[in-house]
């Protein structure tokens, strides 16, 4: 009999070392298709991160907050960089 691994991987079966078997597997892929189907934008790894997180105690709604700002923070600094670059080719 296989001993029972910390809390959050008994919790979904995620755990982050992925060695929960099937279910661990399975849980993940119904996570990552509702994912896909609500257009999170999320990649397999993110989600796995996210879960654990969850699992680990992190409220989800301030987690989701967290998430929705630093996309909001990467996007200013792509425009920045774009708009940067753009000046530098200007000035050639």
């Known amino acids: 009999m296989k001993p029972a691994g910390p809390p959050s991987e008994v919790a979904l079966g995620c755990g982050a070392m992925g060695d929960g078997g099937d ?8 996570l990552m298709e509702i ?5 999170t934008g999320l990649d397999r790894a993110t989600l ?4 654990e997180l969850i699992e680990a ?4 709604e301030a987690l989701a907050r ?3 700002e630093l996309r909001r923070e990467l996007q200013a600094v ?3 960089e774009e708009r940067c670059a753009t ?3 200007h000035d050639a």
């Open 66 to 68: 967290v998430v929705l």
């Open 78 to 80: 792509r425009e920045k």
């Open 87 to 89: 000046s530098l080719l």
């Open 57 to 60: 105690g992190v409220h989800p």
């Open 23 to 30: 279910g661990a597997q399975e849980t993940m892929d119904v």
């Open 35 to 39: 994912s896909t189907l609500l257009n």
């Open 48 to 51: 796995q991160i996210l879960v």
